[in-house]
Nanobody, 122 residues
Framework: QVQLVESGGGLVQPGGSLRLSCAAL????????MGWYRRAPGKQRELVAVVTSDGSTNYADSLKGRFTISIDNAKNTVSLQMNSLKPEDSAVYYC????????????????WGQGTQVTVSS
């Protein structure tokens, strides 16, 4: 019912910036929250940031001040502005959407994107 399209990943130098975007495509759903998670080789997947439809945000403590997440409810998109990137930020970043599925009795469902690679290296 929901397809996530991610964009914005790439290769940047330390201290550089990237902006990730994720659009939720489909019908018969209403987004509860959207966010980004990441997984580096040999590490567990971790929360990067989440934003709810009412604008509330939650960030990983280590990323506060460098990353900014925002949501456009009209477009069903979430953006993650990443500044002052460090090599340890290198990972596959996954968009996640929690949405009410009106074709499934209004229950919440989680949807995941394919992931976009972010590499920070000199």
């Amino acid at each position: 019912q929901v397809q996530l399209v991610e964009s914005g990943g790439g290769l940047v130098q330390p201290g550089g910036s990237l902006r990730l975007s994720c659009a939720a495509l489909g019908s018969n759903f209403r987004i509860s929250d959207m966010g980004w998670y990441r997984r580096a080789p040999g590490k567990q997947r971790e929360l990067v940031a989440v934003v709810t439809s009412d604008g509330s945000t939650n960030y990983a403590d280590s990323l506060k001040g460098r990353f900014t997440i925002s949501i456009d409810n009209a477009k069903n998109t979430v953006s993650l502005q990443m500044n002052s990137l460090k090599p340890e930020d290198s990972a596959v970043y996954y968009c996640q959407v929690r949405a009410i599925d009106y074709r499934a009795y209004g229950r919440l469902h989680d949807y995941w994107g394919q992931g976009t690679q972010v590499t920070v290296s000199s």
